[in-house]
């Protein structure tokens, strides 16, 4: 069964900084991995997602990176902004039934 | 534009009640989603359909009811056998379920009074 794993679950930093989010897996045998961005109160956005024959995604501030062998992904967020604090989620799909498994979230605050 | 409605955004409803919540898509994806979302539990899988007249239980369907009419809607109904229903729900959509990105709409909050 597969298991996503995110931690911390909440972090802080000062604006300008860049940081690291981390997802681990315990499956390798994942099809893909999809990050996604919360606001509260709010449905989830897709923000990138890695096709398992990919290492890295990257649009705009943010790379998302895959290691199947470690079953590691992160999400880097360059030159943080105030306006990028909300909830990132990752998501696994793994499993002959394409089951997707989420991760409970970290909680992003960029302060001014 | 494309995407994913639900409605309604906030419910109330009484113990004993029934309630369905709308789900509709202008994507023209083949697979609809139902999850549910609660504080530190992360998302949880309700039901899914693949195709047209066609779905599966997921994690949690018990108290729960779907259908799959259309391809662009998915209604699920919450009955009164679901012992703990206040949450927020959430429907999604992809291409596939296979490969398919996942896209999601705005949620529906149901509180049970």
């Known amino acids: 069964k597969q298991e996503v794993t995110q931690i911390p679950a909440a972090l802080s930093v000062p604006e300008g900084e860049n940081l690291v989010l981390n997802c681990s897996f315990t499956?390798?045998?994942?099809?893909?991995l999809q990050w996604f961005r919360q606001d509260p109160g709010k449905g989830l956005t897709s923000l990138l997602l890695?096709?398992?024959?990919?290492r890295e995604q990257t649009s705009g501030r943010l790379n998302a990176s895959l290691d199947k062998s470690s079953g590691r992904s992160t999400l880097y967020i360059a030159a943080s902004q105030p306006g990028d604090s909300a909830t990132y989620l990752c998501?696994?799909?793994?499993?002959?039934?394409?089951?997707?498994?989420f991760g409970k979230g970290i909680t992003l605050s960029v302060r001014p | 534009d494309g995407g994913i409605t639900q409605s309604p955004k906030y419910l109330f409803r009484k113990e004993g009640q029934n309630v369905t919540l709308s789900c509709e898509q202008n994507?023209?994806?083949?697979?609809m989603y139902w999850y549910r979302q609660d504080p530190g539990q992360g998302l949880r899988l309700i039901y899914y359909?693949?195709?047209?007249?066609?779905?599966q239980k997921g994690d949690i369907a018990e108290g729960y009811s779907v259908s799959r009419e259309k391809k662009e809607s998915f209604p699920l109904t919450v009955t009164s056998a679901q012992k703990n229903p206040t949450a927020f729900y959430l429907c999604?959509?992809?291409?596939?379920?296979?490969?398919?990105?996942?896209?999601f709409g705005e949620g529906s909050r149901l509180t049970v009074l």
């Open positions: 999604a959509s992809s291409m596939a379920t296979s490969t398919g990105e996942l896209f």
């Open positions: 499956d390798s045998a994942i099809y893909n």
């Open positions: 890695i096709q398992s024959s990919q």
């Open positions: 998501a696994g799909l793994t499993g002959a039934n394409s089951k997707l498994t």
């Open positions: 994507l023209n994806h083949d697979a």
């Open positions: 359909s693949q195709i047209v007249n066609d779905f």
